[in-house]
Nanobody, 123 residues
Framework: QVQLVESGGGLVQAGGSLRLSCAAS????????MAWFRQTPGKEREFVAA????????DYADSVKDRFTVSRDNAKNTMYLQMNSLKPEDTAVYRC????????????????WGQGTQVTVSS
């Protein structure tokens, strides 16, 4: 089992940047495929980005492609989400998630979730 804690959220103006972190503890971080999701009240949870265990493969939602970058440092047990050119519609609670499955399915099922960090983008 792995425990996940997000940090780095906050209030930023449109066009600005933020970097989110997801710190993992418990079982070996490098054995998990990881992802970021976001959710706003009244809307379904939305896939944002994912990264494979090794960090070689990544996947992005069309809405964030070319603006967000997902990365991981397995030596530090941490995943990151660099968010640039932020828009008001990026406002949400961002949660990281982990999957222990052998096969990477970036938009599949994730078993472990963090509590989330709020990102608010003002216009």
């Amino acid at each position: 089992q792995v425990q996940l804690v997000e940090s780095g959220g906050g209030l930023v103006q449109a066009g600005g940047s933020l970097r989110l972190s997801c710190a993992a503890s418990g079982r070996t971080f490098s054995s998990y495929h990881m992802a970021w999701f976001r959710q706003t009240p009244g809307k379904e949870r939305e896939f944002v980005a994912a990264i494979s265990r090794s960090g070689v493969s990544t996947d992005y939602a069309d809405s964030v492609k070319d603006r967000f970058t997902v990365s991981r440092d397995n030596a530090k047990n941490t995943m990151y989400l660099q968010m640039n050119s932020l828009k008001p519609e990026d406002t949400a609670v961002y949660r990281c998630a982990a999957s222990p499955r052998a096969t990477w399915n970036p938009r599949g099922v994730y078993n472990y979730w963090g509590q989330g960090t709020q990102v608010t983008v003002s216009s």
